[in-house]
Protein backbone atom coordinates (compact mmCIF):
# COMPACT_ATOMS: atom_id res chain seq x y z
CA UNK A 1 0.00 0.00 0.00
CA UNK A 2 1.17 3.80 -0.96
CA UNK A 3 1.58 6.17 2.23
CA UNK A 4 -0.02 8.88 1.82
CA UNK A 5 1.02 12.27 3.54
CA UNK A 6 -1.33 13.62 4.94
CA UNK A 7 -1.29 17.53 4.97
CA UNK A 8 -3.17 19.92 6.72
CA UNK A 9 -4.23 21.95 2.70
CA UNK A 10 -4.76 18.67 1.41
CA UNK A 11 -7.89 18.14 4.43
CA UNK A 12 -8.80 21.55 4.01
CA UNK A 13 -8.99 21.30 0.07
CA UNK A 14 -10.93 18.47 -0.03
CA UNK A 15 -13.06 18.79 3.16
CA UNK A 16 -13.51 22.67 3.00
CA UNK A 17 -13.33 23.40 -0.53
CA UNK A 18 -14.35 20.38 -2.27
CA UNK A 19 -17.27 19.62 0.64
CA UNK A 20 -16.13 15.85 0.25
CA UNK A 21 -16.54 13.72 3.47
CA UNK A 22 -14.18 11.78 5.68
CA UNK A 23 -15.23 8.72 4.53
CA UNK A 24 -14.33 9.81 0.45
CA UNK A 25 -11.34 11.20 1.49
CA UNK A 26 -10.30 8.19 3.35
CA UNK A 27 -11.19 5.66 0.53
CA UNK A 28 -9.64 8.54 -1.87
CA UNK A 29 -6.13 7.82 -0.60
CA UNK A 30 -6.50 4.26 0.55
CA UNK A 31 -6.85 4.61 4.57
CA UNK A 32 -9.30 4.71 7.14
CA UNK A 33 -11.75 7.19 8.24
CA UNK A 34 -10.72 6.98 11.55
CA UNK A 35 -7.15 8.34 10.58
CA UNK A 36 -8.72 10.98 8.60
CA UNK A 37 -10.41 11.90 11.77
CA UNK A 38 -6.56 11.34 13.45
CA UNK A 39 -5.50 13.71 11.23
CA UNK A 40 -8.53 16.50 11.95
CA UNK A 41 -7.57 16.60 15.01
CA UNK A 42 -3.73 16.80 14.65
CA UNK A 43 -3.98 19.69 12.74
CA UNK A 44 -7.42 21.45 13.84
CA UNK A 45 -9.10 22.12 10.50
CA UNK A 46 -12.72 22.34 11.61
CA UNK A 47 -15.41 20.07 11.10
CA UNK A 48 -18.95 20.74 9.58
CA UNK A 49 -22.36 21.32 11.68
CA UNK A 50 -24.20 18.64 11.64
CA UNK A 51 -26.90 21.29 9.99
CA UNK A 52 -23.80 22.18 6.93
CA UNK A 53 -23.69 17.94 6.67
CA UNK A 54 -28.00 18.02 6.28
CA UNK A 55 -27.65 21.05 3.94
CA UNK A 56 -24.98 18.76 1.48
CA UNK A 57 -27.01 15.96 1.48
CA UNK A 58 -30.65 17.62 0.66
CA UNK A 59 -29.57 19.02 -2.79
CA UNK A 60 -28.02 15.62 -3.59
CA UNK A 61 -30.71 13.48 -2.21
CA UNK A 62 -33.46 14.11 -4.58
CA UNK A 63 -36.58 12.05 -5.64
CA UNK A 64 -35.33 12.25 -8.99
CA UNK A 65 -31.49 10.25 -7.54
CA UNK A 66 -34.14 8.05 -5.30
CA UNK A 67 -36.13 7.13 -8.62
CA UNK A 68 -32.99 7.37 -10.77
CA UNK A 69 -30.85 4.85 -8.36
CA UNK A 70 -33.33 2.40 -6.96
CA UNK A 71 -35.41 2.23 -9.91
CA UNK A 72 -33.43 2.53 -13.16
CA UNK A 73 -30.28 1.17 -11.70
CA UNK A 74 -31.69 -1.07 -9.06
CA UNK A 75 -29.23 -0.40 -6.25
CA UNK A 76 -30.05 -1.15 -2.51
CA UNK A 77 -30.09 1.44 0.42
CA UNK A 78 -26.48 0.25 0.85
CA UNK A 79 -25.31 1.05 -2.44
CA UNK A 80 -27.17 4.69 -2.69
CA UNK A 81 -25.55 5.20 0.63
CA UNK A 82 -21.93 4.14 -0.74
CA UNK A 83 -22.56 6.16 -3.64
CA UNK A 84 -23.60 9.48 -1.18
CA UNK A 85 -20.24 8.64 1.25
CA UNK A 86 -22.72 8.34 4.15
CA UNK A 87 -23.75 5.57 6.63
CA UNK A 88 -26.74 3.15 5.84
CA UNK A 89 -28.49 4.46 8.44
CA UNK A 90 -28.26 8.21 7.59
CA UNK A 91 -29.40 7.53 4.28
CA UNK A 92 -32.14 5.83 5.09
CA UNK A 93 -33.44 7.95 8.11
CA UNK A 94 -33.09 11.41 5.68
CA UNK A 95 -35.25 9.66 2.92
CA UNK A 96 -37.50 7.69 4.53
CA UNK A 97 -40.56 9.55 3.19
CA UNK A 98 -39.09 9.44 -0.63
CA UNK A 99 -38.52 5.60 -0.06
CA UNK A 100 -42.16 5.06 1.58
CA UNK A 101 -43.26 6.73 -1.39
CA UNK A 102 -41.53 5.10 -3.83
CA UNK A 103 -41.72 1.74 -2.56
CA UNK A 104 -45.55 2.22 -2.54
CA UNK A 105 -45.29 3.83 -6.15
CA UNK A 106 -43.67 0.90 -7.14
CA UNK A 107 -46.42 -1.50 -5.56
CA UNK A 108 -49.04 0.21 -7.03
CA UNK A 109 -47.62 -0.11 -10.13
CA UNK A 110 -46.95 -3.36 -9.92
CA UNK A 111 -50.89 -4.25 -8.90
CA UNK A 112 -52.44 -2.37 -11.73
CA UNK A 113 -49.58 -4.52 -14.20
CA UNK A 114 -50.96 -7.68 -13.40
CA UNK A 115 -54.87 -6.61 -13.44
CA UNK A 116 -54.77 -7.83 -9.58
CA UNK A 117 -57.05 -4.75 -8.92
CA UNK A 118 -58.78 -2.94 -11.52
CA UNK A 119 -60.09 0.52 -12.14
Known amino acids: MKKFNITKQFLEKEYINNKKTIRQIAKEINCSHSNISFHF ?22 KNFLEREYVSNKNSAYEMAKIMGCA ?22 NIRHKNILRI
Open 88 to 109: VATFILKNIIFLLELIAKLLWE
Open 41 to 62: EKYNVSRRSRGEAIDKWSSILT
